[in-house]
């Protein structure tokens, strides 16, 4: 994978049958699978795998540049992808995450070799990574593969439509009870390390208004944040203090990936001391 880029219990599964590669412990607690491609029929699954190869991401490797050609696509099976539009040059701001519930190269299934935006680590993890041709030779073969790609595809491009509202409307304390929640979904953890500067970055607002949105939702029991680190205490709270559309994200996921992507954001039980540092 890319080089580092300037933004700063094991479980038996299909893959794992299948493949070797990906029969390594995980280093989450969580198993190291990726619903994209677990929801495919087995010989297609088998002929993905054959294709792909193991990787392990680091925080802030740099996968992606804007309108850069796109040499792989990823599957996150441990870890997650933040994809950053860049703005006038020198701001930016999170568009979407993407962990082990989709997939980076989505360009590709539209027939367009260049990103729009940078893909940049940020939840360390393992990944598995396929050549963009072959990528697209499977594509043309595999009717299971497209039709899965193609309803990721308006998942996502439904995620990007509403990231750009609540942008727009919804208070900043709404917005990072939304944001907690989409990176416990894909950390698979309930403690987080991160600084204020780069949450402040990932939803464009000033430092002040991180801690100010933290503070109330500390006060609310809702998480504890001490020296950069954020416990989720209360998850019901929290979905609660979200604006509408961390449910809208959740219910897309539903209605157009079907049973096998049901209730994958439910966070699997964890140690209390369990801290992923993004």
Known sequence: HRNRGPFPGRQTTRLHRLS??????????????????????????????????KVELAFAD????????????????????????????AAALEVGLIGNEGMLGIPLALGVDVSPVRAVVLGAGS????????????????QALRRDIDR??????SQL???????????????????????QDRAHANTFHFTQELLASMLGVRRVAVTKAEGS??????????????????????????????????????????TSFHGWWHPRPVSPSRTVVI
Not at 22 to 33: F, I
């Open 127 to 142: 990944a598995l990574r396929m050549d963009a041709a072959l990528f697209c030779r499977e594509l043309e073969s595999s």
């Open 217 to 258: 939702l500390q006060r609310r029991g809702l998480i504890h944040y001490n020296r950069g680190n954020v416990t989720v205490l209360d998850r019901r709270g929290l979905e609660a203090a979200s604006c509408g559309c961390y449910k809208a994200d959740r219910e897309s996921y539903d209605r157009m990936l079907g």
């Open 62 to 89: 740099l996968l992606c540049a804007p309108m850069e050609r796109l040499g792989h696509v990823y599957f996150p099976t441990a870890g997650f992808i933040a994809l950053i539009m860049p703005i006038d040059g």
């Open 161 to 183: 439509a509403q990231a750009a509202a609540c942008t727009r409307f919804h208070v900043v304390e709404a917005r990072l009870a939304r944001w907690l929640l989409m990176t």
């Open 20 to 53: 070797g590669r990906v029969s390594v412990p995980s280093t989450q607690h969580a198993a190291a699978v990726n619903r994209l491609l677990e929801a495919l029929p087995e010989n297609d699954l088998r002929r993905m795998l054959t294709g792909c190869e």
């Open 152 to 157: 990721y595809v308006f998942v996502h491009l």
